[in-house]
């Protein structure tokens, strides 16, 4: 942190007080064997951090599948939760982000389907039969792509809705959780006007896309309801329960907000559906009655396997 505020505030340093061009280069020399003295620190006493980290908004769907899949695999872990959006506008990062050990390096991975593969990769053969329901084939690979499309048409419908209620939109952010580190609760508030407007430009919230995003939603929705009907316990067949199972219901846990959502790691951010715009009840309520089958298997895998 201290490295990061002087390189951003070289510049104003310089201009400040007319340093000469010889005393810049001199400067910009310190800053360069600085961080090279932040990387051998690294490597001869590495700090002390947990064999996985998984850095998370607490709300997020995308979180709960890859914080589920890893719940059940049995492996440890500490969750670090942050602030909902800013990394993503600030630092150009976003989550779930898997933090890892190896060596004397450590490594990070984005993105739930390679943080997947990852934990697959590792764990089938360190914990086969615990790692046995990540197995990945060209099917399940199918249907996880499509449900994560239906991810994001999913956070359009929820900013369509509530972007534009303040305090909502903060709650599920986590500005009101004590996880979060208080400066960040802090800067939530102060940008929430700037970070509306990104969240608007970047998602495209128009009705246009908030009725694209429902016509995503409800093919997929009827897709499932329509292979859930031969009474499987398993969306793609099977006895077992697999990854895109967890997958899915995670996902669509968004809108049917099952009480074990999260894993108890969500409690203060949800959003009871009493709090939400009455038209967002309404699209919430017309799904269930609609596709009854796939909303009760979402409950019942959140029942059974949370």
């Not at 400040?16 to 020399?29: H, I």
């Amino acid at each position: 942190m201290l490295h990061s505020t002087f390189l951003v505030l070289l510049p104003v340093i310089v201009a400040w007080w007319s340093l000469s061009v010889a005393t810049a280069v001199a400067l910009v020399l310190l800053a360069l064997l600085w961080r090279w003295a932040i990387s051998l620190s690294a490597i001869a006493a590495p700090a002390r951090v947990p064999e996985l980290e998984l850095e998370t908004i607490s709300a997020s769907h995308f979180v709960e599948k890859v914080r589920w899949c890893m719940d059940r695999l049995g492996v440890d872990y500490v969750e670090k939760p942050v602030a909902g959006t800013l990394g993503a506008f600030f630092l150009g990062r976003t989550v779930p982000l898997l933090r890892f050990r190896s060596g004397a390096a450590r490594s990070s991975i984005g993105n739930s389907p390679e943080i997947l593969r990852y934990l697959w990769g590792r764990y089938a053969v360190e914990r086969p039969e615990q790692a046995a329901f990540l197995q990945p084939s060209n099917e399940r690979l199918e249907l996880e792509t499509r449900v994560d499309r239906c991810g994001v048409d999913l956070q359009v419908w929820v900013y369509f809705h509530i972007l534009d209620d303040r305090d909502l939109t903060l709650h599920a952010w986590g500005a009101g959780s004590p996880a979060i580190p208080a400066w960040q609760r802090l800067a939530l508030q102060l940008l929430y006007p700037l970070l509306r407007l990104l969240i608007r430009q970047a998602f495209g919230i128009t009705p246009r896309r908030h009725e694209k995003a429902i016509q995503h939603l409800d093919a997929l929705l009827a897709d499932v309801e329509e292979k859930l009907a031969d009474g499987r316990q398993s969306i793609l067949g099977g006895g077992d329960i697999n990854y895109t199972d967890l997958a899915f219901a995670a996902i669509m846990g968004l809108w049917v907000m099952p009480p074990k959502f999260g894993g108890g790691k969500a409690g203060t951010v949800r959003i009871e559906i009493e709090r939400c715009p009455e038209a967002m009840q309404n699209e919430v309520a017309a799904w269930k009655r609609n596709f009854p089958r796939t909303a009760a298997f979402i409950e019942r895998v959140y029942e059974e396997q949370r």
